[in-house]
């Protein structure tokens, strides 16, 4: 099968930062499905792996969002058969979706959305996991619950922030205040659901007091590590910090005094260790693919960029390397 991989870590612009090769078509598991790759998407974690990860051996093949039709299924495998159309995030630990097939544990699969194409789908699985969980596994929200209480997103533009605006709105009573810095990323973020929108390049204490919202809950998706002093100021006692990027340090002792929860959310962490409760992510898979198909979900999508391809896939990672990606680039299967 085709598939699209590297061999040395480091620079996009690098000879050969990714190339097409010929690799073996994945044997799978009891649990597994065989699934013909469509469309796929880029996300923050392809371009880290890509740069920081030599491959053990030989050519890695990385991708971490997909969504195509299932081909072949294991022997133990119930929730899908031959010919259903899927999504799904993948597995950090098994290789990639950047290839003409791919191997998935069907507990972390949803299926596709009808009313999307295969390429837009696969803007939404990595995401929406993401910002599911930072809202009802950190925050332990209950569908419904929050009216009087207000989240804070910082990176409101990006591929999480599109979609956990519009989950908190669809699925919560929170006020949603979202940070945005450009003229385009503020239209963005408002078009997402936000309630209120402010500038992470200028004081988030002061304009939250602006605003007179003091928030519960924060989900910090980037820039974590220069924000973190301002978070502390501005939260609620016993409130609840969220975070996904990769500061180098955080002053985590700075919380103690207002009591307040600190989290990390890293959606692989199911699939990688192989939790009991790894099924939640085919559940809110499938109840995400309803909500799109309900219109009450807009796709995150900004950008297509052709058919899978070497060229299309340095693209793709030149773009979110860029740190001014708005929602999600995808690409058709090969």
């Known amino acids: 099968m085709k598939a699209i991989g590297y061999k040395q870590a480091g620079p996009i612009d690098a000879p050969d930062a990714l190339i097409e090769f010929e690799a073996e078509t994945p044997e799978l598991n009891p649990r597994d499905l065989l699934v013909e790759v469509q469309g796929i998407s880029v996300n923050p974690v392809d371009v880290k792996v890509r740069a920081n990860f030599a491959p053990e051996q030989g050519t890695k093949i990385i991708g971490y969002d997909a969504a195509g039709v299932v081909r072949q299924v294991g022997s133990d495998v119930s929730k899908f058969k031959v010919g259903d159309e899927v999504f799904y995030a993948g597995d950090l630990t098994r290789p990639g979706t950047n290839s003409e097939l791919h191997a998935v544990d069907e507990r972390i699969v949803g299926k596709k959305p009808k009313s999307l194409g295969f390429a837009e789908a696969a803007g939404f699985p990595l995401t929406s996991i993401t910002a599911w969980e930072i809202l009802f596994d950190s925050f332990a929200l209950q569908e419904g619950e929050g009216k009087g209480e207000s989240l804070l997103i910082i990176g409101g533009a990006g591929g999480v922030g599109s979609i956990l605006i519009q989950l908190a709105k669809q699925l919560t009573g929170l006020t949603v205040v979202a940070t945005a810095s450009r003229p385009e990323t503020i239209e963005w973020v408002q078009k997402m659901g936000a309630d209120h929108v402010i500038n992470h390049r200028e004081s988030l204490v002061d304009q939250m007091k602006a605003l007179n919202l003091e928030p519960r809950y924060v989900a910090s998706l980037t820039g974590s590590g220069g924000h973190f002093p301002a978070i502390v100021e501005l939260i609620k006692p016993r409130g609840h910090i969220t975070l996904i990027d990769d500061p180098q340090s955080l002053d985590i002792k700075s919380i103690k005094l207002k009591a307040l929860n600190f989290s990390w959310e890293f959606m692989f962490a199911r699939s990688m260790f192989q939790t009991d409760d790894i099924e939640k992510q085919h559940e809110l898979l499938n109840r995400v693919s309803?909500?799109?198909?309900?219109?009450?979900?807009?796709?995150?999508?900004?950008?297509?960029?052709?058919?899978?391809s070497a060229e299309t896939l340095i693209a793709a990672h030149k773009q979110q390397e860029s740190s001014r990606a708005i929602g999600k680039n995808v690409l058709d299967g090969f």
């Open 290 to 308: 309803e909500l799109i198909d309900e219109g009450a979900l807009i796709s995150t999508v900004t950008n297509h960029l052709g058919k899978m």
